[in-house]
């Protein structure tokens, strides 16, 4: 198949589309010009297939339809990127005007599409599909193989910026100013661009989630500008180098981001729900890691959430932002620029790669915190870059990281404290004793008591089994429980870890449609097991109660 001059490989425009996103899009390749013996071929073949009727440069399939030209399936083309394999059909459309090549993902050969660039109606396309079943021979398959799709774009970029100056005095001010919210910005975005070079492929991936306790416009804008600095991932020079942003409501939001390869993306959730796929994946990856098992498809990139929520898991780093983000000036930002040019390297990926390696496998691993190591080694590469010969400096840059990472420890501590006091006071049924109710009517009667007049925290409910067993819970509303909690200072943000813990721990339950008041459904709330006279049981005791309570709830629904 000969190409205009103009054109550029097909398997290479196909991977451009796809590192970009466009996995399940049909792509329009522009224009071609079929060699004259490859037309002849497929003329012959429409002229002598007994279904199809070639006349005036149109051809008739069985059912009636005529169509201009015809079309034919050439290759099929494969874009492996980070080890998960692409496959496209290349269709040629051949109207008496022009020859247009097309390539249609795999999973929509068999099933209904539309071109992009040329209205067809559905009998007109489908007779094309018809006809290029018929006449086209067997296809070969090409197949190549992207390993880092990003990493022309930081090095084009890099290089408009590497020759700058740098006020060494001035950045190392900056990031002492700024050291407590800046530096786990920088590292984030340090830990994805270098994962566009070769040294870095067999380090685990770990999350970044950047929370506000407030709305702040000053702080959200201001966190976007310095990402902005440090983003060397965009492609074309003409488009804004602000990291796209990536609004996730379900789970269905994070096919825009799985085609963003290596890229700084920033993906916004409030609650975190949707991103449930991400974690889990890191969860199959870290159990396939850890056992030496085949390791599935790593991440499209390393995952930065802005959210309204903790996450309180050992694969992401939770860091709380101030109400208020200085706003660095031109001049710091440009600074900013200049040294991330000067540390995205393919020799700091290996480096970075090589400390971390060395820090965890060592007979004392067991004792350190793989993300915590591999932030110390990026913290190591990109000040050994900046500051090569000022050891002063560099040392004073280390300093104040070390006390960065350690408001954020105790920020975390001061988190888990929450958490296990919000733990303890559920737990112990006589703090709230006098605010719990006998059953009520009905749900709506419970939630009004619970939500509206909020009179109580919970309600009592006895389940009785076929069997004769009794067992009597506590339940909760979500608000309630929520209203029950702040009381040891839990917020909304610590909501969502507190439900996980509880329901790991086994002190709660969750589960829709389990109990009936009056022949109505009590759904979405929280349970706790009741004790008849928990005053009689040990702490230890009420904790198995609760465990059992568990196992059967869940075994009889």
Sequence with gaps: MKRTAKSISPANFLAKSVVAGQTNTVVHLGSIDLAKHSMRQLIQRLTVDEHLQWADECTTVPYGITVPGFACWADTLGTIVNGYTYRHRLLCLCRPSDCRLYTIPMSMVERKFILPDIELADGELEAYKYIADRISPKPDEITIKVTHPSKAAIKANRDNWKNESLDLDGFSDTLKANAEWLYPILIAALDTQLRSFDGCDDIPVFCYNFTLKKVSLQADSNFIRVLTAMNFTVQDGSCSVAPREIIIQDSGDLKNWSGCHDRLIILRTVKGSGLTPIFDKLDTYDRSRAYKGVLPPRLSTVPIIRSKTFFDRPDTLDCELPDVIPSLTTAQLSGLRTAFSRALTRKNATDASTRWHERMCSPYSFLRNPFEEWRNALLDVFLDSIFPNQSQAKEAAETDFQTAQKRQKEAEEERQKILQNALDLVTDQSRYEDEIIDTPTTPDEGRKLLNIEQSAVAFRYVRKHKN????????????????????????????????????????????SACARLHSQSLSGHYWIRYADDPSDLSHASLMQEMSKAVKTVSDNN
């Design 468 to 511: 004769g067993d009794v067992n009597h819970y506590i339940v909760f509303t979500d608000f309630s429980l929520l209203r029950l909690l702040k009381r040891v200072d839990l917020t909304e943000e610590l909501y969502g870890p507190f439900k996980k813990r509880a329901l790991k721990a086994g002190v709660m339950i969750m589960k």
